[in-house]
Nanobody, 116 residues
Framework: QVPLVESGGGSVQAGGSLKLSCASSEIALSAYISGWYRQAPGKERELVASIATMGATNYADSAKGRFTISRDDDKNTLFLQMTGGEPEDTAVYFC??????????WGQGTQVTVLS
């Protein structure tokens, strides 16, 4: 059973917005550093944004000013609000949870397509 389940992916026009969600019924996201990775065709998986247990956030340069990561501890859900979508944001987005040096849990991924 996959511990993390993403939802909210889809297609959007350039400049548009999407909100991704990641929920778990097996682990407490607040106990981990959790984040969003993405992998575009032919490219390596890269970190987009992360949030630490106490709420400090970190973003890739490509995401700064456009994406916002947040976590709802009551609902045990992680979010990624994407705005100002660019075709370069097209990728499979993965939810992850772990420590500073290792991802321990992955979601199955959700496709995001930004149309030019």
């Amino acid at each position: 059973q996959v511990p993390l389940v993403e939802s909210g992916g889809g297609s959007v026009q350039a400049g548009g917005s999407l909100k991704l969600s990641c929920a778990s019924s097996e682990i407490a996201l607040s106990a981990y550093i959790s984040g969003w990775y993405r992998q575009a065709p032919g490219k390596e998986r890269e970190l987009v944004a992360s949030i630490a247990t106490m709420g400090a956030t970190n973003y890739a340069d490509s995401a700064k000013g456009r994406f916002t990561i947040s976590r709802d501890d009551d609902k045990n859900t992680l979010f990624l609000q994407m705005t100002g979508g660019e075709p370069e944001d097209t990728a499979v987005y993965f939810c992850a949870a772990g420590s500073y040096d290792k991802v321990k849990h992955w979601g199955q991924g959700t496709q995001v397509t930004v149309l030019s």
